[in-house]
């Protein structure tokens, strides 16, 4: 099955600097890439995705990165701000779209910390 | 986005008792439910995918006995957890999905005491 690394576990950022979360995947057949927020006792958010036919997305001040060859994804906060603290986890899914998809696989998690 | 609820938010039962928690989704039809368990500082873990209609498909190590799930309808899961331990302790938190995103309930903290 998929497996999903993530680094680093944990990350710690001046406010205003950029932050950067390195996820890979192991299924090539993997195209769908969704980064989740969590912050502390609530539900995962989606912030941003990325399909495989795709190699860079941007939302405001975040993007996300795939490389498909290497089987890996990043995140990228710019300017972070104090109220991006959180958990952020990626996941992998492949089959999306086609009414057989298979389940969501999880990173590990980066715990990021903005600190004025 | 759709949005899914779960129900209760939190509870706090005596080891030996059953738990049942909802996940309905309220503007959608949800042909596939997920249930995952989260301990601090984990990430999600899978536990099963519930199909309505027919018999959840539980992940490796989750025991289907203890953690029954029920998807009676396309826009309502059940989990209960059967004879409940302190180690069951854990944030649950159930996911719906459309053909092209999956939308997470608020998850439920169930404290075992």
């Known amino acids: 099955g998929e497996n999903v690394e993530q680094h680093p576990s944990t990350l710690s950022v001046q406010e205003g600097d950029s932050a950067v979360i390195k996820c890979t995947y192991s299924d090539s057949a993997s195209n769908y890439f969704p980064w989740y927020k969590q912050e502390l006792g609530k539900r995962p958010q989606l912030i941003i995705d990325i399909r495989s036919n795709v190699g860079e997305k941007k939302d405001q001040r975040i993007a996300v990165t795939l490389n498909k060859t290497a089987k890996h994804f990043s995140l990228h906060i710019t300017e972070t701000q104090p109220e991006d603290s959180a958990v952020y986890f990626c996941a992998a899914q492949k089959g999306l779209n086609t009414g057989t998809a298979s389940k969501l696989t999880f990173g590990t998690g980066t715990r990021l910390q903005v600190t004025l | 986005g759709a949005v899914v609820s779960q129900h209760p938010s939190w509870v706090i039962c005596k080891s030996g008792t059953s738990v049942k928690i909802e996940c309905r989704s309220l503007?959608?039809?949800?042909?596939?439910m997920f249930w995952y368990r989260q301990f601090p500082k984990q990430s999600l873990m899978l536990m099963a995918t519930s199909n309505e209609g027919s018999k959840a498909t539980y992940e490796q190590g989750v025991e289907k006995d203890k953690f029954l799930i029920n998807h009676a309808s396309l826009t309502l899961s059940t989990l209960t957890v059967t004879s409940a331990h302190p180690e069951d302790s854990s944030f649950y938190i159930c996911?719906?999905?459309?053909?092209?995103?999956?939308?997470f309930g608020p998850g439920t903290r169930l404290t075992v005491l």
């Open positions: 503007d959608f039809q949800a042909t596939t």
């Open positions: 996911s719906a999905r459309t053909i092209n995103e999956q939308f």
